[in-house]
């Protein structure tokens, strides 16, 4: 039987924050016998050694177009279309994050089944108009989180399917028996504005106020921009908080600690830092937004209304007067939530299903 053939297209794996889910979902698809081919618009980024390393086939070509002029869209549409015919896919998979559907019109011009994954809340204003062409031109579209579904993609109901990203729970588990004496709060994100990291240093503020002894704050991500820059000067008389900036050993960081604060202040697809962090029974607070509503359902008394930093001080407080047993308690229930609903095993498997039945449609 002739192997299946999966075209991945994503703009790049140096700023794409998705591009280790989809290296991570790529690998486990070779593992069950499809033929894997990774399209971006360059090669730079670590990740793309590994890709090669494991005998992923991996193309760079210019994949989008503008959408104005007309002519141009539809003549360059067209050419991508012949690159993607001598690639011969049975299906391409975009983890594009924007409204492009320059690709999109390639994979019809191609007669290619197209379908993407949505990675975010965006969809109103200019862009909406894209989103609407991105959608109509798609097989199938995979939503990130319920929301998405009835705030805006309810127009295209027949085509939505779920399948969150998923964590590789064989990382990321508990292992640090022995974590440190003094409790340590942790935040995990690219620490742009919209992560609220403003907020959660609030919080832990009017924390130390009242309770200045035994807990400390970690906060690991890129931390050169002016935003972060900012925040490390206004703080920096602060021994308890701690900037670790961007490291590769996250799971290692997340094993020593003893709360994870998801502190966005929008909604999001589906947060995998927050995700990472239940899968190693870690409590786990979060917003009140898209994404994490799905994510921490059933554990509202570890979410707070986001830009509130009186509620996020709260809960932070009432996590740290919980007992190490309760902790535990919690902290197993949040990791069984991972296993059954956020799994890398799960993502490949629904995948696969999804290939399926496209495949069985065309």
């Known amino acids: 039987m002739e192997k299946i053939t999966i075209l991945f297209t994503i703009p790049n794996f140096e700023t794409a924050g998705s591009g280790h889910a989809l290296f991570q979902l790529a690998l486990g698809l070779k593992n069950k016998g499809y033929n894997i081919h990774i399209m971006a618009k360059h090669d730079r980024g670590s990740l793309v050694k590994r890709i090669l390393n494991e005998k992923i086939q991996f193309h760079v070509v210019p994949y989008e177009s503008k959408a104005r002029p007309l002519l141009k869209l539809f003549f360059n549409s067209f050419k991508i279309s012949r690159i993607f015919k001598e690639i011969k896919p049975d299906i391409i998979y975009s983890y594009h994050y924007s409204s492009d559907y320059s690709e999109a019109m390639a994979s019809f011009f191609a007669g290619i089944p197209w379908l993407y994954i949505k990675k975010n809340m965006s969809w109103y204003g200019p862009s909406q108009r894209s989103w609407y062409i991105r959608s109509f031109l798609a097989k199938k579209i995979n939503v990130q989180n319920s929301e998405m579904e009835s705030e805006f993609l309810f127009r295209f109901s027949k085509k939505l399917i779920h399948i969150p990203i998923g964590v590789n729970t064989d ?7 022995n974590k440190n004496n003094q409790f340590t709060f942790i935040h995990v994100s690219t620490l742009l504005p919209i992560k609220g990291v403003h907020i959660l240093l609030k919080a832990y503020m009017k924390l130390l106020s009242n309770f200045p002894n035994g807990h400390r704050l970690v906060i690991l991500g890129p ?19 701690s900037f670790i900036g961007k490291r590769k050993d996250v799971h290692k960081y997340l094993d020593n600690a003893h709360c994870f604060v998801q502190s966005s202040l929008n909604g999001e697809g589906a947060p995998i830092a927050l995700q990472e962090a239940m899968a190693m029974e870690l409590i786990s607070i979060g917003s ?4 994490i509503n ?15 930093p009186f509620e996020l001080k ?3 407080l009432r996590v740290l007067n919980m007992t190490t047993s309760e902790r535990a308690k919690i902290g197993k229930k949040l990791r069984l939530k991972i296993i059954n609903e956020y799994s890398l095993l799960n993502e490949t498997d629904k995948t696969v299903n999804m290939l399926k039945t496209i495949l069985k449609a065309k």
């Not at 931390?223 to 908080?241: G, Q, R």
């Not at 799905?294 to 509130?308: G, I, T, V």
Request: aromatic share 12%.
């Open 171 to 177: 990382i990321f588990k508990p292992t640090n028996k």
């Open 223 to 241: 931390d050169k921009t002016e935003y972060i820059k900012n925040l490390k000067i206004k703080y920096s008389s602060i021994n308890k908080i």
């Open 288 to 291: 009140k937004v898209a994404g």
């Open 294 to 308: 799905d994510q921490l359902k059933d554990f509202d008394y570890l979410r707070y209304n986001s830009e509130n």
């Open 314 to 316: 709260e809960v932070m």
